[in-house]
Each structure stands twice: as C-alpha cells, then as structure tokens.
Nanobody
C-alpha cells in the first residue's frame, strides 16, 4: 500500500524559504512520477512541480525560478525547496504519486486526476 507523508510546512515571512518533504512507502521512487500540488481555500488543487520516473522535472509558471523539486531514491523522499516565498504562495501543499506520468504534461501543466496517491498535506503560510 502506497503512503505519502508530507512535512516541512509552516509560517514564514515574505522572501523567506521553506523545504517540504514527502516520505513515501510502498513504492519505488524511481518507478513513479511524483509531484507537488497546492490548494488555495475554495479552489481546486494546482500543480507546482513534478518529477518523472526518469528524473526529469517540470515546473508550473508559478514556481519557475523559485521552487526546486528533487528526490532521494534511497530515502524514498520527495522534496520541494521553495525560495523567495510570497503571500500568494500561502496554501496547503500536497505530495502526489502515480506509476504513470499522465498527470505531468510539457509546458508545466498538471492534472491531479491522473495521480492515484496523495498525502494529507502540509500548510504553508507566508506573511507580508
């Protein structure tokens, strides 16, 4: 059974940094596509960054140049390094995984319906 557990969220001032972690169990990290999504209150989840099974990465426009997705295959951990945070980045951040990469499209487009596995989320709050 695949389980994803996020951590690393918190409160930070505008311009600050946070690193989110997602520990996976029940899967082999280099055999799955994994991604970070975020959800604003009352809105649908939106993709932020994704990493395919071959290690290639894709970023949504909102995170380009500021966010870096990475993984440690041995630790089965996915990371999202977030720099130069803005109040608009305030959201619940979720880790997602799937054996197929249908949810990650060229150009930084993501579809949450193609990810079968989700964590519970970690809250990121950025104050001005």
């Amino acid at each position: 059974q695949v389980q994803l557990v996020e951590s690393g969220g918190g409160s930070v001032q505008s311009g600050g940094s946070l690193t989110l972690s997602c520990v996976a169990s029940g899967l082999t990290a280099d055999a799955y596509c994994m991604a970070w999504f975020r959800q604003f209150p009352g809105k649908q989840r939106e993709g932020v960054a994704g990493i395919r099974s071959d290690g290639s990465t894709t970023y949504a426009e909102s995170g380009k140049g500021r966010f870096t997705i990475s993984r440690d295959i041995g630790k089965k951990t996915l990371y999202l390094q977030m720099n130069t945070l803005k109040p608009d980045d305030t959201a619940m951040y979720f880790c997602a995984a799937d054996r197929a990469c249908g949810g990650i499209a060229p150009g930084g487009y993501f579809s949450d319906r193609f990810f079968a596995y989700w964590g519970q989320g970690t809250q990121v709050t950025v104050s001005s």
